[in-house]
């Protein structure tokens, strides 16, 4: 499948590494915009949600009275979530001394750093299901979030180990790991090319 024309895909980009998904999106031709305000997702057709720092992102959202709009958009509209963005798409995060409020669009509970801080961060190769057969895709797992449930009418597209750590509901996508660090962009082309039909 193909790339639909017309569309144009914004990232949330009030805090974290939102300016390597813009570029990954530069490289496929794809129209983009930052969001930073509830009127900017009235000109989006989906959206990505970035890796960064969980707390200070729903912080930010509050501040920029993003919650509900967003939270809308996201029942409804493509979007794709890494890393933080994962957390801040599922239902539940255990262990949530920091009192992240999550925007509850996939039915999973995840754990912040569930894979161990900083210092355990690590690149890998994942055999990931993108509807067409496997492919084998590199990750970077920096501070990631590990799924420790998930509920009904969510479908893992790849694991680690036994953790699933790519996962889809409806026009949600979700990864545990960043996969926009580098050159690789086959989950960006399966966001753009199934989630937007």
Avoid: W
Avoid at 28 to 40: C, F, I, T
Avoid at 89 to 114: A, F, H, T, Y
Avoid at 127 to 142: C, D, Q, S, Y
Wanted: proline share 4%; hydrophobic share 40%; charged share 25%.
């Amino acid at each position: 499948m193909e790339i639909p024309k017309n569309i144009t895909v914004g990232v949330l980009a009030i805090q974290g590494d939102f300016e390597r998904h813009l570029a990954q999106l530069d490289s496929l031709g794809v129209p983009h915009r930052e969001v930073r305000l509830a009127a900017d997702l009235d000109r989006i057709d989906g959206l990505i949600l970035p890796g960064g720092e969980s707390t200070t992102m729903d912080i930010m959202i509050d501040r920029f009275k993003l919650r509900e709009p967003l939270t809308r958009f996201c029942r409804t509209k493509p979007v794709y979530g890494t890393c933080a963005g994962m957390i801040l798409l599922s239902r539940l995060i255990r262990d949530n001394q920091s009192r992240v409020k999550p925007l509850n669009i996939i039915d999973i509970e995840v754990l912040r750093n569930g894979y161990g801080r900083q210092l355990f961060s690590s690149d890998e190769r994942l055999e990931v299901n993108l509807g067409n057969g496997t492919k084998h895709v590199e990750a970077t797992f920096i501070r990631a979030p590990k799924i420790v449930a998930i509920g009904s009418g969510v479908e893992v597209l790849a694991r680690r180990g036994t953790d699933p750590v790519l996962v889809k509901s409806g026009k949600a996508l979700a990864s545990a790991f960043h996969n926009e660090l580098g050159g690789e962009t086959a989950i960006l082309r399966h966001f753009l090319t199934h989630y937007f039909v």
